[in-house]
């Protein structure tokens, strides 16, 4: 029997296409057991769903009761008869088969829709003019075709409901952006040849390391794989569209680390496309840190790091399931004596507006009595949920105050002023776990991880178990500690590369 497209499918080909791969013919006894995080989604999912579907005040034809065949027929039975509103329904067209959450009359035809417990737009949790989510409508647009494929469909223009209570059109048609003229209904069209083709084994896809590997449960597999292969995305920053593009010209770390990368250079460009000069330079350098024995972190020019009696380094977590910001941790330290260290933390101790008000504002009046002090944070999340806090809570802060503290010299973005900018490391990626990791340093959890503590957090609100708030702080405390570590090891980096042997 044919495998059919699903949405799912298309849902992680977006993202990795060879998790589609792996999920077809992969042997099922490798899979790594399913990350915590990942079944808190799904159960996050299933309870908002059931939540907006138990708060709808109008009628809908449920189907949520019946077996996958049952539901095609009374799908079908239900357009046919022109209900208003059908929940859970089965649509099937060719080798298409889709499972939209709802499928709403419009019109002489129907368009489906998705209810998803995260925003419905790429950026919207951050107060950003949101975009269209791709992993998403690819999905709508495979409910879509399907209703084009029946004679059912009402347009290209699927909506979703998101855990703001909006509904988002996604218009399939319409250009994603001014500079962007590519439809969505092209990149659908794009994805479905793709999960045709690795339906029919007629492609072949490789593994790529990247972020959303964390959460996969082909990880430890596909991490063994690339290993085996040397594989080029092993190289921070050397995702899988630039190692595509190198394939022609170079295969592997190894290779890399010891071509003349010359004879690819033309100017400020190379031969190879997406792939600049200064860009491959740079590869090439970090490929022979990994492939030296012994080599050893560097500057790449002078940092000069604030030279302040009080140091904070501060480090926030969040749960963007319920879209608040629960904790602010700081570790106090005076003198750059690692004895005076203190661990101050402002938590809410419930996922409410005005806990997470109390705490955002307690750790604002801590920021600002501890000044003049030099402030650490690694990436720019903390200064982005603080500017979205400053504009939840204007009466808390106002806007360029937030910015000034930010802004101030004395303030520091360990990764991006001078990790990724400044200086080049022997590891496989530059995340503050891997180069704590690799400088001695351990957390005392044995699952760290922003997303497990999210989890944590879901659980802590349910039972207000004390040992999970304890994990919670003490992991986030670790998190500081950690830009603790990273800044003084900074400090005595020498400026260009010195091997050991």
């Known amino acids: 029997m044919k495998k059919e497209i699903t949405a799912s499918m298309l849902y992680n080909l977006v993202s990795c296409p060879h998790r589609v791969t792996m999920d077809l013919f992969g042997d099922p006894a490798k899979k790594d057991p399913i990350n915590s ?21 109008i009628p809908f034809t449920n189907l949520h009761a019946y077996s996958e065949r049952e539901k095609e027929r009374l799908t079908m039975e239900a357009m046919e008869r022109g209900d208003t509103l059908i929940y859970a329904g089965r649509i099937r067209a060719d080798d ?64 979703v409901w998101d855990v703001h209570g909006d509904e988002v059109v996604y218009d399939l ?55 085996k292969l040397d594989d080029l995305t092993l190289i921070p920053e050397l995702g899988r569209a ?51 024995r012994g080599a050893r972190p560097y ?53 409410t507006l005005e806990e997470e008000e109390k705490a955002f504002a307690d750790a604002w009046e801590y920021v600002k009595a501890s000044m003049p002090c030099a402030i650490y944070y690694y990436s720019h999340y903390e200064r982005t949920i603080w500017g979205k806090l400053q504009g939840r809570y204007p009466h808390v802060a106002e806007e360029g105050e937030i910015a000034e503290v930010f802004n101030a010299a004395e303030t520091v973005d360990l990764y991006t002023d001078i990790v990724r900018k400044k200086s080049e490391w022997p590891t496989r990626d530059h995340s503050i776990k891997t180069l704590a990791y690799y400088l001695g340093f351990t957390w005392r959890d044995k699952d760290p991880s922003g997303a497990a503590s999210i989890e944590w957090y879901h659980r802590w609100v349910e039972t207000k178990d004390e040992e999970i708030k304890k994990r919670i702080l003490e992991y986030n405390e670790d998190d500081c500690i950690a830009m603790r570590v990273l800044r003084d090891a900074i400090e005595q980096l020498n400026i260009g590369p010195e091997l050991v042997f």
């Open 37 to 57: 995080f990942v079944q808190l989604l799904w159960d996050r999912g299933n309870i908002f769903e059931r939540e907006v579907i138990e708060s709808l005040d």
């Open 242 to 292: 630039r190692r595509d593009a190198m394939w022609l010209y170079i295969k592997n770390v190894k290779t890399l680390s010891e071509s003349n990368i010359e004879e690819f250079i033309q100017g400020k460009k190379t031969v190879i496309p997406g792939v600049g000069s200064g860009k491959l330079h740079q590869f090439q350098e970090r490929a022979r840190l990994l492939k030296t």
């Open 96 to 159: 298409l088969l889709g499972e939209p959450d709802l499928l709403r009359r419009q019109g002489n035809g129907y368009v489906a829709g998705d209810i998803k417990s995260g925003a419905g737009e790429e950026g919207a949790n951050d107060g950003e003019n949101g975009r269209p989510k791709k992993h998403y409508a690819v999905q709508l647009a495979l409910y879509t075709d399907i209703l084009e494929k029946t004679g059912f469909s009402a347009g290209r223009v699927p909506f």
């Open 299 to 351: 500057l790449k020019e002078a940092v000069a790091l604030p030279s302040l009696e009080k140091e904070l380094f501060f480090d926030i977590e969040t749960d963007p399931m319920r879209d608040v910001c629960y904790l602010h941790g700081f570790v106090e330290r005076m003198g750059g004596d690692n004895g005076t260290e203190r661990y101050v933390a402002f938590y809410a101790d419930n996922p």
């Open 173 to 227: 048609d319409a250009p994603q952006g001014v500079r962007n003229r590519v439809s969505l209904w092209s990149v659908y069209q794009t994805a479905l040849g793709l999960a045709r083709k690795l339906v029919e084994k007629s492609e072949k896809t490789k593994p790529a390391l990247a972020g959303q590997c964390k959460l996969c449960h082909w990880r430890s597999a596909c991490v063994k794989h690339l290993e």
